[in-house]
């Protein structure tokens, strides 16, 4: 049930979230809605809200819970699925995501969220927040459900960059490793390769140098490197982060959604059969509901940019309002916890690896 904002929470305290309300494929209905949701839970986030105004008022208007908590950033263009990352980076400027993603820039906000276009988000923002110094290729992480004891794996890249050098996946392992530590609170994980078997003698020239990169690296940088894992590894409970190249993330990632639907479509069959079925369904209606919610994966919606100068989540191009409120939510955690500064930190310290060969002892925690 929608109600009123905690009043002693003031506009100054709140962190500000910019969110593109014109990026998702169920229209911004469905975003407003989400963010009505979140600021339902959570009084302390506020919300730059970026689209065409004559649409966004109204839709504002009827969400009680959302008064005084949202900011309308008036902006006509949109940047749709089909819009080539090499257009809107040319012909972006007043549309929704590239004001969404200015307001990070501008420190108005201290994250992003849309769920719009990746490529042409990705792309506006590395030319807009640009790449952390030291940064070859950005990544996208996501969190996996899994066996592990805080009830999820992470995932990168999942489709910032097709291609992938040993290096880069070093370098994934290294802001994994923060990311987790950050979000996660586990002050050494677990990172597994992904390859098509655990035996060090499988995979291409590339995933041998990376296995060796990130194994000579591991005490230095302070996780556990556990060597290669499979798919079957991605929900288990064999690391805490799984390190592949974007290709191969998004196959996967895509793959799991694909799955987790077909699986909750066969639930709903099979127990709407017969009568039987159905009486068998109500006396098992608690642990049902535990088990979707488990494998819901809009509850764990949200991909972070991991390697630029600012948070930016990308939310799936089909959420809904539960999801749109866990990828808002994901950005306000991030942001609480102040980790764009840490990850900057991190990464600054892979420089500090490779020239003396130490990771300094504070490269996650900078002096406030």
Known sequence: MTGKPDQSVTKSDRIMISVDAMGGDA???VVVAGLAMSADKNPNIGFLLHGPENILKPL???KRVLEDRVEIRDAQKIVTMDDKPSQVMRNGKGTSMWSTIQAVKTGEAAGAVSCGNT???????MLRLRKMPGVNRPAIAILWPSSNPQGFNVMLDVGA???ADAEDLLQY???GTSYVRNSMDIPRPRIGLLNVGTEEHKGHAELKEAHALIAQNAEKANYDFVGFVEGSDLPGNAADIIVTDGF???VAIKTGEGTASLLRSALREAFEHSLLSKLTAVLAYA??????KRIDPRR???GVFLGLNGTVVKSHGGADAIGVSAAIKLAFRLAEQGFAEKLAARVASVVELTQNGTVPQDAEHPPK
């Not at 642990?287 to 979707?292: D, E, K, N, T, Y």
């Open 161 to 163: 960059d097709v291609r």
């Open 27 to 29: 229209g911004p209905a």
């Open 248 to 250: 191969t993330g998004n």
């Open 287 to 292: 642990s049902l509901g535990r088990l979707a």
């Open 60 to 62: 504002v208007a009827k």
């Open 173 to 175: 392992a290294l802001m």
């Open 300 to 302: 764990v919606n949200g």
């Open 119 to 125: 490529g042409a988000l990705m792309a506006l923002s």
